[in-house]
């Protein structure tokens, strides 16, 4: 996939051709990849004439992919969706977009590739179907050639997408062409899609030798000679190695021509340089270049052990991992970089280095980044085999369709450097009964049939050897074990010289900026399965590290028996962000889970400091709660920090004392009555000052705050802004629980495309121009709308409180 060459933005028939043109003149020797996401028009509902020609789509809705309409719906108590995925709505929808292509292409392979519909995808092109694809998750590409039209005459492509049976998810799964969407031509001699599989060996300082497999396609109706060549390109372009081959391949067929290179002195991938080469394979014809395919090359190697853990690059690293969904908050599921590159920098700041892809593919973007940014990734296949666990689930679908949609999902992702674990299911249920052994092998033979360089996994709930199938099977390489942390100590007896990881760890509950006292003591809600829950009556969790779900543990609980086994790879904590969805345990109108480190508009949870101090080698001095209370309430305050022996409180500058972590602690805590003022904590080593942090009380609100995380956007329709907004007093000091209505106005460059706060149980939606502020923050998100013309963004709010306002530049 050349994901860099997709540069068409503005959209209409003209345009297409034009550019399609332009490509052809300037670019005859390589591949021509198109932006096909511009100028689709969408209707709610079933409209099977719209593959027609003649059909009149002047009602319907214009608008750009990805586009997920779920999130543009309103919660709904009674939708068919249910709490799983957040009480929005789903349905069916139309897809259609008219386009034209030059005629000297009428010789070219021809096709169109979807990162992901969401789901049971039927795409047509000229009134011929040509194809299905339930599952919602996984990407697939159509050659359009046989039925295309050249020069004047009009293309037609729809696309139905029907996500009315439910429900068929325990998480949100949005609705519709939600990823992106790409036109390939290229000469009838090219490199197929997905068509090339990069391993490397015999890693030292001196040397990587890289093994190449290339898939090169002819749909010519004669065999053709060829030459193919790969050129390995360091980050600066320069060429480090080359692979020369010839080759004659059959009419009408695709044909595997193995390469091998070697690369000099070779700069290793790890998680804190992920150093990236490129592979530019060409294929010419005669003289002449007819194809160009880019692979991405991380040389790394890592191992696996079952009394010493993860090792990368011979180096012993703990896996400090989160498990993510697919959704991006406000957005849905819409699947934009900048939003995932936002996602993961937060976490890369945190101290995380790995990502486990819950519970299913997620988009090239995420692999891409996780690539660029150097995170281990556990690359998840499915939620569920053939025995359900909702009604309507992909077990309907796993006869007919886990095979492919194995082996795709494994060709699209293998040349990934990030990516070093294949899980074939998560909490699947065959692993209670005997099908569990038989499907286990036939998926990791799958797998292994495609990539034999990875450790097949499964993330397990049954840890007693007898009664887990799965595990009997002998099928996984590596053991992934969710929760019981308790029982980590007994792992080596009973699993005797097996490689375990953490697979899932922890869902512990907490809502931002919520604090609820005293803490003296760990709770878990419910007790059990079945049991009501008996939380706040607002739907909050406190944000002290203190709950947790009854299958679980709290963060601190969790890491610290985590980090006391070697033999434990890493955790995966459950989660890195909130979600849509699965708000267990409270009902509606809590539509958003709680076990987040960060909440969904993106602001992290007090907890997110604990892992901070012991992940990271940043200074970490991190004190809650907030310093608004009742005179003389008796406050339990905390303290996260690192690299200091000791922290010492202040209350408007008289010492409370200092404190240190005693044993396996990870946090200190004093009992402090309030008193309206500053909250000082100052941390030292050996004497000397390390860091310090204030927290201030708060005075009547004078005006708003924005703060925009980029002061530049580019022009192309897809960049992204992230505003926060607070209420600050007429010091500058943020109120923390203003909960003040906001409206927002924006002009020039940028339209707003989420609104959001981060509070589970809020029934505002998304899609709007205001939002009420929770625990005293919330978020616009601004995208790019192709105008060149700098972006204002207003902000106001009722009462004599100043307006907020920020401009960001368009270039």
Known sequence: MNLDKSVLQKGGIAIVLLFLVACASTKKESRIVTDFNPDWNFKLGDYPTAIQADFNANDWRALDLPHDWS?????????????????????????????????????????????????????????????????????????????????????????????????????????????????????????AQWGTYVTTRGITKEKAIVDIGVDVKNGLGINKLFKLVSTILDKNNVEVAKAISDGNIPANSILQVKQNTKIENPILWNTENPYLYKIVTKVYDGSTVVDTYETPLGVRYFNFDAEKGFSLNGKPTKILGVCLHHDNGALG????????????????????????????????????????????????????????????????????????????????????????????????????????????????????SL?????????????????????????????????????????????????????????????????????????????????????????????????????????????????????????????????????????????SSYFGIVDLAGFPKDVYYMYQSEWSDKNVLHLLPHWNWKAGQLIDVWAYYNNADEVELFLNGKSLGSKSKKGDELHIAWKVPFEAGTLKAVSRKAGTIVKETEIHTAGEAAKINLKVDKTAIKNDGYDLAY?????????????????????????????????????????????????????????????????????????????????????IKVE
């Open 451 to 591: 990539d034999k360089t990875r450790p097949v996994t499964s993330a397990l709930t049954e840890n007693e050897p007898q009664k887990n199938f799965i595990y009997q099977s002998g099928a996984l390489d590596l053991l992934g074990f969710n929760y019981k942390h308790a029982d980590y100590a007994t792992f080596p007896e009973r699993f005797k010289g097996q490689k375990i990881v953490a697979s899932e760890s922890v869902s512990a509950y907490a809502t931002r900026g919520h604090y609820d006292m005293p803490t003296d003591e760990i709770r878990f809600w419910p007790k059990k399965y079945g049991e009501t829950f008996d939380g706040n009556s607002d739907l909050t969790v406190t944000a002290y590290d203190n709950i947790a779900s009854y299958w679980g543990t709290t963060h601190e609980e969790n890491w610290k028996a985590a980090k006391k086994y070697d033999f434990i790879a890493g955790t995966f904590v459950w989660t890195g962000f909130d979600y849509i969805g699965e708000p267990d345990p409270y009902p509606y109108p809590a539509r």
């Open 71 to 191: 999130i543009e719906g309103t919660f709904d108590k009674d939708s068919k969706t249910k709490q799983a995925q957040g009480f929005l709505p789903a349905g069916k929808g139309w897809y259609r977009k008219v386009f034209t292509l030059p005629e000297n292409f009428s010789n070219k392979s021809i096709s169109v590739e979807f990162d992901g519909v969401f789901k049971n995808s039927e795409v047509f092109i000229n009134g011929h179907s040509l194809g299905i694809r339930p599952n919602g998750y996984i990407s697939f590409a159509y050659e359009l050639t046989p039925y295309l039209h050249f020069g004047t005459q009009k293309n037609i492509i729809a696309v139905k997408v029907d996500n009315d049976a439910q429900p068929n998810s325990r998480w949100y799964t949005g609705s519709g062409i939600y990823r992106n969407v790409r036109l390939v031509a290229s000469e009838k001699l090219h490199v």
């Open 723 to 807: 505003v926060t907004v607070s209420l600050q007093d007429k010091d500058g000091n943020a109120l923390p629980t203003a909960d003040n209505l906001i409206n927002f106005k924006v002009s020039g460059g940028a339209k707003i495309v989420g609104v959001d706060n981060g509070y589970q149980a809020s029934l505002e939606p998304f899609k709007a121009d205001y939002r009420k502020l929770y625990n005293g923050k919330c978020l616009v998100i601004l995208q790019s709308n192709k105008k060149a013309e700098n972006i204002t963004l207003e902000a106001t709010t009722a009462g004599n409180i100043s307006l907020g306002t920020v401009t």
């Open 333 to 448: 599921a819409v699947e934009n970089i900048h939003a995932i590159r936002r996602k993961l920098t937060l976490l890369k700041e945190m101290g995380t280095n790995a990502i486990r892809m819950s519970h299913n593919p997620h988009s090239l973007e995420m692999m891409k980044l996780c690539d660029e940014m150097g995170f281990i990734v556990q690359d998840e296949f499915t939620d569920v085999w053939k025995k359900k666990k909702v009604t309507n689930d992909y077990h309907k679908d796993w006869d007919a369709w886990h095979k492919q949609d194995l082996e795709d999902f494994i060709k699209r992702d293998r040349n990934h450097p990030s990516v070093m674990m294949w899980s074939i299911g998560n909490e699947i249920r065959e692993q209670f009964d005997s099908t569990g052994v038989r499907i286990a092998r036939e998926l990791a033979q799958i797998v292994k």
